[in-house]
């Protein structure tokens, strides 16, 4: 399934019903039925032992009909994890913060976030880490706390550091000063959503273990 020309008929099979499904029900009716097969994919038709006998559509299935239940989906060997390590920076400016959005086409598209850079390797320092991000390097980093996520097959540490002695920044080419009000009604991503709650109104609070 993750081949692209079986992606591509799948969706194509999708919106095929989706239309049909607009056809000839009242308006409203595709969010329903695509909450219907989310519920039959979640509930009935898993990818692990299906409730066949459950099903109410058991009737017009492929698989059933050609004995394929136990070859569906076809996914292959699961990814394995990937270990990174992220510096994130919280550079401020009297009540304001240096906040950057991320780019359209990536992963968490058009969110928010404080800047950050991966780290190469465990000896990758943080302090270079500014150097390269902003062009300069702070007189005293801090450590905040460290935050450990997933995204897909990536196991992710973001080290969180509070800048100081940082000469004054134009934010151009780097991100927005925002105030934690101003931040408050943005969308952030889940990691720096965190980072905003627990150090950006109040400063340099600790993270909770």
Do not use: Y
């Amino acid at each position: 399934m993750r081949e692209r020309e079986t992606n591509r008929r799948l969706w194509q099979l999708a919106e095929d019903l989706v239309k049909r499904t607009c056809r000839r029900q009242p308006k409203g009716s595709p969010s329903l039925f695509n909450q219907s097969l989310m519920e039959l994919g979640a509930l009935v038709c898993t990818p692990r032992q299906p409730r066949c006998g459950d099903c109410p559509v058991s009737d017009w299935c492929s698989a059933r009909q050609h004995s394929h239940i136990n070859d569906l989906p076809n996914l292959g060997p699961r990814p394995g994890t990937l270990q990174r390590r992220f510096a994130a920076f919280l550079v401020r400016d009297g009540r304001r913060f240096l906040v950057r959005h991320r780019p359209a086409g990536g992963v968490n598209a058009h969110l928010w976030e404080f800047p950050n850079l991966e780290l190469a390797s465990q000896d990758d320092a943080p302090r270079e880490a500014a150097q390269r991000l902003f062009g300069f390097g702070p007189e005293t980093i801090e450590l905040l706390g460290v935050l450990k996520h997933s995204i897909t097959c990536n196991r992710i540490t973001l080290e969180v550091f509070a800048l100081s002695g940082c000469p004054r920044l134009s934010a151009s080419g780097v991100g927005e000063w925002l105030t934690a009000h101003q931040m408050a009604r943005l969308p952030f991503t889940a990691a720096h959503k965190k980072i905003r709650l627990r150090f950006a109104p109040a400063g340099a609070r600790r993270l909770k273990a």
